[in-house]
């Protein structure tokens, strides 16, 4: 990896992304399937950069809260990676899907086990093991994020959680087929109950930069406690690059060439192994659901800076 | 990247490797499609690093020729991108596929435009597009490889070429089925012949490495003349790391973390950005195509050395 | 249509099928997805033809009840059919599925409108729609049957409901599903009690033979009354013929040459339009889940009277 | 079989029919794939009815030679099937596709297996086949078309064959995807050049009507002599209900409630059997490929008349 800038720059080009965004605003819009998410205004923009040390900065909206959605996916992978170990594997997959997030078509085609943690039958699977595992899977998420982001303010959004229940037939739908083929253990409401609180937390830039930070340090906690195994540190990372941003994994690598995770609030983490972890988020997204100006931004991160994993 | 060995280190490294392949020998099976292949004996076993300065050395079989196949799709992607340019990307995808490499379903409900350069349907159309542009696709291959390995014995293998053109049923109706969408601008008979000989090249775990060697170097050939852009040459390498070894890309990138590209020969080569490239060869096969001892050496040098890109 | 025996003589036709059938018992395996149906001998068989006039009779368990299952979905379509006309078919197609009876691949790729109503997503909206219209579907499709059964015993197995809901993750799935797509009006737990209840009806072929007699008699209830239009009554059969035994509607027509519909339990239904209608059971099954012995009865029969609508 | 007319009160009811048509012109659109078809008024229309005994008689275009196209894979089957009986199912299914005509999606799941002798894949199946048993599957067809019309004059047509053989990927492809299954014999080139050439064949109503009169007699050639048992022209028409119609086959069994075969020209032959044929022919086709006129004239003329096998 060539490193133009030491992480010290990293201000100046924030900075310049956070202009260079503003004079040209993206043309994506606010996700629409439910009305809390659909009101956000779609130029807002913020940007944080999270260095190994626990120092953060950003630009923009970089401290104001939004929907974290799928963003969540990575940390429940996290949590119960670090409980169960690779039994989880024979669970989900780690394959790309190259169908759309919330597809049924290929979990039938095999049988009920999901391609990876990342699209939502993925993401269900694992919420239900941890929640089997800890009892509140949602809970254990949300201490997680308080703890990383040293933010004792993160919390659950009962109206979007709500919200998410009142819309969430094709989630049932995903649970009750993989509850069909023997893939889920706890009764369907109780863990749809337990997906949507996780996906209802509403964290800023700079929680979420934060709250990643562990891949970067290479499994290692904010306290300085391992969470996981420097392998299975790597094997988020990988999951992330190959699977993180929906049907668009690749457009991903190869334009941001990083791993990554977006939500439909339209917000994006980054990590840089070893260097830093980003989140970037503007809601505005493209059809593909990942943020529109946060991809160009995280493009411009890694062209400006030299940055990428490749 | 954290990297716990130099370069000047990568050789116990090998012998290291070379030992515990030979002691656990895999259960994978040579490709059985054509007959040429399914001749090798699939305990064999080469394994080869290159410098980006052309320094290379190897353990096993590496002066062994075999049957590059499916390696060469990355050079003819390279060779047609430097000519072409991002106009190629309209006619070729850059994601996942989700299916196995010779599936026609996915190119169905995408109107012939396949997924990604990797699987064989993407392949061909790189192939149409640089025998357009040269007028002799597979001479332009060898021409490159030639030069880039250093090695002017290089040659195809007009048994392997005609023995898969005997076979070549599913390559024709991949290509007949491409052209009905339009995306094909050769005759069909005209672009299988180029295809199939550009399979065919013979080369070694050397050469491969040597030739890989301007991805390591951000796209500067051997000669230091420039191939392709820096950021051109790290979004060939995204597309390595994303759809590189067929249906297991995921399980690639989680286990071994680099950019990669196997061939059914037994062949996969590999890069570490800025390092080093790999080449392993060992033709019993795991039931997605990928080399099964490949896979597994490849896995061991990273863990040994550290050296990934997460 | 070449009539070779007159109704009259249908009786000793019966005798030499229940003959043959029993010399030579099928391989069929009773369904056994819930224990309730699990439990019945597969070489138990019964036959019964019913004449427009109402005349019934039959060989073997003619007169023992089992479960009707997907037989249900016959009366459920003509009874909303007759309530709604042709404003359904918006709703649900009447094309042949070429998938099994349980699938969600093509309902998503043709979102959310099942392909006919005799699978279980096109079942699923016919009974949503007659709740809709009539506020007790599984009520209203019970006294239909008593009424042209002349049976008033005939009830819903409440055991066998239980055991479906017990098991029925994958039809709320497809429940879900649906509603995702907006092609659900009343809450999904509701409609599943409905459907399970539906299925659950015990009857005998005496029993739905008489049933069906509409069918037979171009629209014309066992009262005299018109439920459907002779028009209508035709086009169930052409449901029936093309859609009504699950993915082997073309090897059934081939076959049997009539319109038809099986269930789970064992029975079959058949209709000769303006002749007779017949009612098969034994509940040894297909893979394709229609019973073994049942559909080689219906063969014998148009084999043996040259009756077949072709 | 409720028949309201004797056949002899046939010809006021086409004229009648005729008269709609033209009073209503349908919207469909010819066929634009090649140009021979494209050029055709899609306001043309003509009907015949032909009796068992060989009279035939019709209405506006009856005796316009068209582009029988499709039409021709009845006859390619039962040319066949007179051949090998039933061995040819083990290479080509019986049951409707759910896809379109030239889907190769299905193909793939079912390992080169085709759903039916009336998709494309099908048809090349059954044409490959003849072939291999009478060394000119063209020619025999054609022989066949005016034995049984009576007319001479009956040929292919070198332009359309010529034509479709430009435009030919798509069936290629097909035929390529099969040949990789091994479920075609002679090779790809020959296979397309008798597929062409048998879909070419330029033929009225009249012609058509009288051809297909087998499947009304039962079995029954024009001369008095067998083709096939009444079995198995029983099993033709049953195939033709269910899967004559490309994806539409379920609307048109619905509808019509006849066995029908269409094709692309803009011909469709339908079955009363035991009573009489018909062919209507109109080029302007729905989105599915099936006359529109062609398809209203069929509906009104069992509605009228009573006639339908259900």
Known sequence: MAIMSTPTTFRPVLERIAEEIERTPGSGRPADYIPALAARDPRRFGMAVAEPDGTVYGVGDWREPFSAQ????????????????????????????????????????????????????????????????????AGELLAFLREESGNPDLAHDAEVAASEAAHGDRNAALAHFMASYGNIDNPVPVLLDQYFRQCSVAASCADLALATGFLARHGIRADGSRLLS??????????????????????????????????????????????CTLCVWSPGLDERGNSVAGVAALDRFTTLTGLSVF
């Open 230 to 275: 420097r392998s299975r540190a790597k094997q988020i990372n990988a999951v992330m690059l190959t699977c993180g941003t929906y049907d668009a994994a690749g457009d991903f690598a190869h334009r941001v060439g990083l791993p990554g995770k977006s939500g439909v609030g339209g917000g994006i983490i980054a990590v840089v192994p070893g260097h």
């Open 70 to 137: 799928s963003i969540t996916k990575v940390f429940t992978l996290a949590l119960d990676l670090a409980r169960e170990g690779d039994a989880l594997w024979e669970h989900v997959g780690r394959e790309p899907s190259g169908n759309p997030f919330n597809s049924l078509v290929q979990l039938e085609y095999e049988n009920g086990i999901p391609r990876n943690p990342f699209i939502n039958a993925g993401a269900l699977v694992v919420t239900d093991r941890l929640h089997t595992r800890t009892g509140d899977a």
